[in-house]
Nanobody, 123 residues
Framework: QVQLVESGGGLVQAGGSLRLSCAAS????????MGWFRQAPGKGRVFVAA????????YQADTVKGRFTISRDNAKNTVYLQMNSLKPEDTAVYYC????????????????WGQGTQVTVSS
């Protein structure tokens, strides 16, 4: 069982930055891949980025490459999503997730989810 709590969302102007945090607790965290997904109003939940806890190998959606960076802090059991050059189309609820399948960008590849944090980018 893994528990995930996101924080760091808010309102920012286009071109600005935010850093989301995902505090994780539970057993055997090092065996998980941690992912970020987002869900815009009226749309489905889509993959943003992921990191393998054991060795920090990462992968990202093409829509955020060069702007978003995922990282983790072992000592704090926390995963971060640094978001730069934000655009209005980045507005969404951002969810942290944990799963045992490395390389998955599908919702089904993740077993545990946080409650989400709202990010709003104004133009």
């Amino acid at each position: 069982q893994v528990q995930l709590v996101e924080s760091g969302g808010g309102l920012v102007q286009a071109g600005g930055s935010l850093r989301l945090s995902c505090a994780a607790s539970g057993r055997a965290l090092s065996t998980y891949t941690m992912g970020w997904f987002r869900q815009a109003p009226g749309k489905g939940r889509v993959f943003v980025a992921a990191i393998r806890w054991s060795d920090s190998i990462t992968y990202q959606a093409d829509t955020v490459k060069g702007r978003f960076t995922i990282s983790r802090d072992n000592a704090k059991n926390t995963v971060y999503l640094q978001m730069n050059s934000l655009k209005p189309e980045d507005t969404a609820v951002y969810y942290c997730a944990a799963g045992l399948t490395f390389g998955s960008s599908r919702i089904s590849g993740y077993d545990y989810w946080g409650q989400g944090t709202q990010v709003t980018v104004s133009s």
